[in-house]
């Protein structure tokens, strides 16, 4: 008789809940995390596309090794630089990180800003074809501009929402349109193997700042990374192949880096422009997560602190 695929296997007591907690960059989730890990005997599911890599430390706001001493991380450096990391591969690890901390009696905390990935997770993956590479270096090799005005003729809907400055998404809009012939706003949910995790079955919770407070924290810690020495880290990275992974490529500030490294930009103007690329970042994920994820909302203040924050969460 065949195994069970793991989310489906019988238990004989409840399992303990996931609690999902995502936001914008910068919006103070991971300390957030990190205490109720404690109070609830929980242990972190990295929920970020970035952190999946080895060696992106300080631009991905890498948990630091004594806090993943103080409470186990998932997730987190389980791809070389070389290698490329998907949703698909996502839901797969996380599904099993989860059955994992479960089985001993843990709480699952997945926080992340990767919103595709929390969606992926809770509600399964589009059927989209595999990539072919014939057709995306040819993709690649044409105007961003014409590939949008091909986009917004032959899929408005996708057009409208898609992160336009994003070659890579807009190519693979692209690339799905002309190999199905389909719009890809069109493409189905797979259900050939649903997830037991949806918005009721796990606690849902999304953490928002006023614009003017997020962009305070987004200065701040974008001056902290480059004291870090997050220049000294790109150029280490560029050793390893960073400029040859379009995935890793796409992380806040490595690219507008490695131009500063080629002489595009001062340091100056480079660190201005990660800010500014940041905060227009933090401004799309709010937008996705309050379309896309059905979350239970906590307005942080200046003055609110992590411990009152997650005592409140931890006592509901």
Not at 127 to 132: F, L, Q, S, V, Y
Not at 193 to 218: E, K, M, N, V, Y
Not at 230 to 248: C, D, H, K, M
Not at 286 to 301: A, S, V
Request: glycine share 6%; aromatic share 6%; net charge positive.
């Amino acid at each position: 008789m065949a195994a069970e695929p793991e989310d489906h296997l019988p238990s004989s007591k409840p399992l303990p809940r996931p609690l999902l907690l995502a936001g914008p960059t910068a919006v103070g989730k991971s300390a957030i995390a990190l205490l109720l890990a404690e109070r609830l005997g929980g242990e972190i599911i990295s929920v970020d596309s970035m952190q999946v890599y080895r060696g992106l430390e300080i631009g991905t706001a890498k948990p630091s090794p004594a806090d993943r001493t103080r409470i186990p991380h998932h997730l987190i450096d389980v791809m070389e630089m070389t290698e490329s990391f998907d949703a698909a591969q996502f839901v797969q690890l996380a599904r099993r990180a989860v059955a994992d901390i479960q089985s001993r009696g843990r709480v699952p905390i997945l926080c992340g800003g990767t919103g595709l990935y929390f969606k992926a997770f809770l509600e399964g993956l589009d059927e989209a074809p595999p990539a072919d590479d014939i057709l995306r270096a040819l993709l690649k090799a044409t105007p961003l501009a014409e590939l949008l005005r091909e986009l917004a003729e032959r899929d408005p809907a996708t057009h409208e929402r898609i992160d336009r400055q994003n070659p890579r998404r807009v190519i693979r809009a692209i690339e799905v349109i002309r190999l199905t012939g389909k719009p890809f706003s069109a493409q189905r949910a797979d259900r050939a193997r649903p997830s037991r995790f949806t918005f009721h079955s796990s606690r849902c919770i999304g953490f928002a700042r006023s614009p003017a407070d997020l962009q305070q924290r987004i200065s701040a810690r974008v001056d902290a990374m480059f004291r870090q020495g997050w220049v000294a880290e790109t150029e280490q990275l560029l050793q390893r192949g960073l400029a040859q992974n379009e995935t890793a490529m796409q992380a806040l500030g490595y690219r507008q880096i490695v131009e500063h490294l080629r002489g595009e930009r001062s340091l100056a103007e480079t660190i201005e422009l990660v800010k500014l690329r940041t905060r227009q970042f933090a401004k799309r994920q709010m937008t996705w997560f309050r379309r896309q994820l059905q979350l239970t909302w906590i307005n942080l203040e200046p003055q609110s602190s992590a411990e009152a924050v997650a005592e409140s969460i931890a006592r509901g």
